[in-house]
């Protein structure tokens, strides 16, 4: 009755490689689009955890599917194969940018999904999917 919870809040990524195949990533701070070994493989990140055992929660605070020629494109979840053990709470819509509030030095979705965490500790209760969503919205 496990449950892991990887939190990502940066830029998504999506990366032609070397065979021509894209791949969608989580850049972070020092992360370099031209340089896939300083970017996350989100693929990779979805096949480990699925081998776990556990339930598994992904919030992803990123950018999707919206180019920008500075940065790439941003995620684009149809190529990501979920697995069943596994869900993920994306911060934006589909053509969405995810921005920082700066007064809250974090992006709304990022300060409501600590504000929600932070009631589950006070109170005691256990995190619920439904509840976290919920908390969310």
């Excluded at 493989?41 to 500075?70: F, K, Q, W």
């Excluded at 053509?95 to 006070?122: C, G, M, P």
Aim: charged share 25%; aromatic share 8%.
């Amino acid at each position: 009755d496990d449950i892991v919870m990887l939190v990502f809040s940066g830029h998504g990524q999506e990366v032609f490689n070397k065979d021509d195949k894209k791949s969608t990533y989580f850049a972070p701070i020092d992360g370099k689009r031209s340089q896939p070994k300083t970017l996350v493989d989100m693929t990779e990140i979805l096949e480990m955890v699925s081998g776990c055992g556990s339930r598994n929660v992904i919030i992803a605070d990123m950018c999707r599917e919206i180019y920008s020629p500075n940065k790439g494109k941003g995620v684009d979840i149809d190529n990501l194969k979920v697995p069943k053990n596994c869900a993920i709470l994306f911060g934006c819509e589909s053509t969405q940018l995810s921005f920082v509030n700066e007064s809250l030095k974090h992006s709304l979705f990022s300060y409501a999904i600590v504000d929600v965490l932070k009631e589950y500790r006070t109170t005691g209760w256990s995190v619920s999917w439904t509840g976290l969503v919920n908390g969310v919205e």
